[in-house]
T-cell receptor, first 110, second 114 residues
Framework: RKEVEQDPGPFNVPEGATVAFNCTYS??????FFWYRQDCRKEPKLLMS???SGNEDGRFTAQLNRASQYISLLIRDSKLSDSATYLCVVLKRNFNKFYFGSGTKLNVKP | NAGVTQTPKFRVLKTGQSMTLLCAQD?????MYWYRQDPGMGLRLIHY???????AKGEVPDGYNVSRLKKQNFLLGLESAAPSQTSVYFC?????????????FGPGTRLTVT
């Protein structure tokens, strides 16, 4: 079983829509959680860290559910520029390793 | 502050040739990582380092070697390239403090082995 699993999509949504991605992780020892964004043929870039109490950054909201071992990302008022692949990442601190999901592709259309 | 840089950006090798990819970071990070990314697959960890002079194997280490002689540099070597090593290679670094330590990535090296 993969450490981190995501729906690959693609999610095709119109501008202005709200879209949500989920990600599940297999190991309860995972200690830190992140969402990264990757544009085509570019490096992944940190979108936001995910805190236990949930956190918001503008149009983006991230939530963590440790009991069910999943992380979510909600994007409100989608923009064309949000089109990208979103990577779910977990860190096992005692092993100093980051585990990446395969990514969820989002296409925002006019 | 350049962050994480990688050289070269592109390379074409013939089967059996060798090469070294260089990663440099100027953020004084303890941890450095090498990943490969193939179409339809996520990032897979090749090797990583938790400090100067240390290296460890990741998920897909076969056919690669690494060295971390200086804290700011992490080298990835291919001794005898194979077509299966055609991929995009990303280097990353992260801190080791008590807080949340995210990874920062270099721009990638696109390697083709013919």
């Amino acid at each position: 079983r993969k450490e981190v699993e995501q729906d690959p999509g693609p999610f095709n949504v119109p501008e202005g829509a709200t879209v949500a991605f989920n990600c599940t992780y297999s190991n309860s020892a995972s200690q830190s959680f992140f969402w990264y964004r990757q544009d085509c043929r570019k490096e992944p870039k940190l979108l936001m860290s995910v805190y236990s109490s949930g956190n918001e950054d503008g149009r983006f909201t991230a939530q963590l559910n440790r009991a069910s071992q999943y992380i979510s990302l909600l994007i409100r008022d989608s923009k064309l520029s949000d089109s990208a692949t979103y990577l779910c990442v977990v860190l096992k601190r005692n092993f100093n390793k980051f585990y990446f999901g395969s990514g969820t592709k989002l296409n925002v259309k006019p | 502050n350049a962050g994480v840089t990688q050289t070269p950006k592109f390379r074409v090798l013939k089967t059996g040739q060798s090469m070294t990819l260089l990663c440099a970071q100027d953020m004084n990070h303890e941890y450095m990582y090498w990943y490969r990314q193939d179409p339809g697959m996520g990032l897979r960890l090749i090797h990583y380092s938790v400090g100067e002079g240390t290296t460890a194997k990741g998920e897909v280490p076969d056919g690669y070697n690494v060295s971390r002689l200086k804290k700011q540099n992490f080298l990835l070597g291919l001794e005898s390239a194979a077509p299966s090593q055609t991929s995009v290679y990303f280097c990353a670094s992260s801190g080791s403090g008590q807080g949340i330590n995210e990874q920062y990535f270099g721009p990638g090296t696109r390697l083709t082995v013919t």
